[in-house]
């Protein structure tokens, strides 16, 4: 079973950047469309970008519109791990950013989460 963990949130000020990580154990992320979800407080969890396989080795990407232009998703097989690159951060993006593993024929895997706080 695919464990996910992420790291790399924090508190930041408007304008600040940021990286989040998440990092897989119990399988190879290789095969696997991965994601960033955020969720803010009494709002749902929302889509934030994605990378997934269309060949032996292309990957793409898909990004919400609200963060396009400011954050990059990317991935690194060899060490398993995920990460999205946030860059001139605003307040609306505060919020818990999960990490999600998806699969054909598999269950989808989720993280713990990671806070990330823009003041203002």
């Known amino acids: 079973q695919v464990q996910l963990v992420e790291s790399g949130g924090g508190l930041v000020q408007t304008g600040g950047s940021l990286r989040l990580s998440c990092t897989a154990s119990?399988?190879?992320?290789?095969?696997?469309?991965m994601g960033w979800f955020r969720q803010a407080p009494e709002k749902e969890r929302e889509f934030v970008a994605t990378t997934r396989r269309i060949s032996r080795v292309t990957y793409i990407t898909d990004y919400a519109d609200s963060v396009k232009g400011r954050f990059t998703i990317s991935r690194d097989n060899a060490k398993n791990t995920v990460y999205l690159q946030m860059n001139n951060l605003k307040p609306e993006d505060t919020a818990v950013y999960y990490c999600?593993?998806?699969?054909?024929?598999?269950?989808?895997?989720w993280g713990q989460g990671t806070q990330v706080t823009v003041s203002s």
């Open positions: 119990g399988g190879t992320l290789t095969d696997f469309s």
């Open positions: 999600r593993a998806a699969r054909s024929g598999s269950p989808d895997y």
